[in-house]
């Protein structure tokens, strides 16, 4: 397909500058896809794998098509299952409303309610919000879904394997039933199925093959036993950072951050159990380069949306190939390339090569051979090691001695930053 603009797609001229501002000027497929209709007002179903661009292809038409709220009576609503895609949403939305445009508020679980209440009394025109947070303030009466006009689901397939999809239809009946509902999904079947059945009119169905989930990336299989694996994954993310290293449990997490650190590899931990304000230290220690791995669960890791990791390690076994892929994708976003490590135990081979067979991967698992890794030439000085006593937290200072930028051949960005100096595009 010849490449387009976001103009010649019916995009409005203010967003189509605001985006190229922010270097983005050619619409992902996904985009492409599915601005014109749902510009046009028709809602879309759109099935992508993560990294595609999917945030961009409901942000336009939200922003667009949503006009001035009431108090308690927002106007747009994104449904999504973590807080952390909350913000990552929210902060798109704003960067595409501009300066004059639509006011936005996220709603979740585990901070007060008193600003989100004092937000809504004073007006919101789109909320975005997790399904448990939202019903508790629709049952308290602080917002009304009545005058929602347009809907996104973002990351149904999440929302589904989170438990959320009891809430989410609840709080759809409440929405008026002539709005837009736009739904976005790395899977389109099972529970995500009923939801489209149930929820949208005559949807346009869009759908960008998995194949494009990052064909560049490189999938590494070793073998492992439990006890090899710290010694094995401190070389491979001194070669190749920043890295997401994923760990079945929260403990597991918190075990091996502090384990890396001990290690001279500046890690931090996301999970769960952590508040708000430490998921977001952390995170942003990770983003701004202070911190050269992030050890994160499955559920944590969802929505977020870091550009610029270079690697993804499988340090304990994903669930199944979903949450493979779903884990992989951290890496080799926006067209660049990363490498995928999973470190496999005696008892994990056979169905590892089931999942390698699904995936479409070569079949096999080799044994450790760090030459995979050594990438010719220069090699990133890695941050210093963060001096604190609690590795899950975000380093505080930074020492004189960390490498300058020049050194860092990568810098990891969070999504929808309008400051972000450079976007990749070129897809
Ligand atoms: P998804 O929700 O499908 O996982 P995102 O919406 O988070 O993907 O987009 C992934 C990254 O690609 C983000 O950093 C985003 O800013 C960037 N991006 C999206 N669309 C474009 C585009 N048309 N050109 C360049 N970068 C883009
Ligand atoms: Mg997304």
């Keep these: 397909m010849p490449s387009t603009t976001f103009a010649a797609l019916g995009v409005p001229a203010a967003v189509a500058s605001r985006l190229e501002q922010r270097g983005i000027t050619t619409p992902f497929p996904i985009q492409a896809a599915t601005l014109p209709d749902a510009l046009a007002g028709r809602d879309v179903c759109g099935k992508a794998p993560t990294g595609s661009g999917k945030t961009l292809a409901f942000g336009i038409p939200l922003v667009t098509r949503t006009s001035k709220a009431q108090p308690r009576h927002p106007r747009g609503l994104v449904l999504v299952p973590t807080r952390e895609l909350a913000?990552?949403?929210?902060?798109?939305?704003?960067?595409?409303?501009?300066?004059?445009?639509?006011?936005?508020?996220t709603v979740f679980g585990g901070v007060g309610f008193g600003g989100q209440i004092q937000a809504l009394r004073r007006g919101v025109d789109i909320l975005v919000a997790c399904p448990g947070r939202l019903a508790d303030l629709v049952r308290q009466g602080e917002v009304r879904l009545d005058a929602v006009e347009v809907v996104v689901l973002d990351e149904a397939?999440?929302?589904?394997?989170?438990?959320?999809?009891?809430?989410?239809?609840?709080?759809?009946?409440?929405?008026?039933?002539?709005?837009?509902?736009?739904?976005?999904?790395?899977?389109?079947d099972g529970d995500v199925d009923v939801l489209i059945r149930h929820y949208q009119k005559q949807p346009v169905r869009h759908e960008i093959a998995v194949e494009q989930d990052a064909p560049q990336n490189r999938h590494v299989f070793w073998r492992a036993e439990r006890s090899e694996r710290l010694e094995l994954t401190i070389p491979v993310v001194n070669a190749e950072w920043p890295a997401i290293v994923f760990t079945r449990t929260k403990h597991g997490a918190d075990r091996l951050a502090k384990q890396l650190n001990k290690s001279g590899v500046a890690s931090v931990a996301i999970h769960g159990d952590r508040s708000q304000a430490q998921r977001e230290r952390a995170l942003a220690a990770f983003t701004n380069g202070k911190a050269q791995v992030l050890v994160a669960t499955d559920v944590a890791a969802r929505g977020i949306h870091v550009d610029a990791v270079a690697c993804v390690v499988h340090y304990d076994p994903p669930a199944d190939e979903k949450d493979y892929t779903h884990r992989s994708g951290r890496t080799g976003r926006a067209g660049a390339a990363g490498v995928v490590l999973s470190l496999i135990a005696m008892e994990q081979h056979k169905g590892?090569?089931?999942?390698?067979?699904?995936?479409?991967?070569p079949v096999g698992i080799d044994h450790p051979d760090m030459a995979t890794f050594s990438t010719a030439g220069a090699r990133p000085t890695p941050p210093v090691l963060a001096q604190e006593p609690t590795p899950t937290h975000a380093p505080r200072q930074h020492r004189p001695s960390a490498p300058s930028t020049q050194q860092r051949p990568r810098r990891p960005q969070v999504q929808g930053r309008g400051k972000a100096p450079s976007r990749r595009g070129g897809r």
């Excluded at 913000?87 to 508020?105: F, T």
């Excluded at 759809?172 to 999904?185: A, E, I, K, M, Y």
């Excluded at 590892?352 to 991967?361: C, E, I, N, P, T």
């Design 352 to 361: 590892v090569k089931l999942m390698q067979r699904k995936l479409g991967l």
């Design 157 to 188: 397939d999440r929302m589904a394997d989170m438990g959320f999809l009891p809430e989410v239809r609840r709080l759809l009946d409440t929405v008026r039933p002539d709005r837009q509902t736009l739904l976005f999904s790395a899977t389109l």
């Design 87 to 105: 913000n990552q949403v929210s902060e798109e939305l704003i960067a595409l409303a501009g300066p004059k445009g639509a006011r936005v508020m």
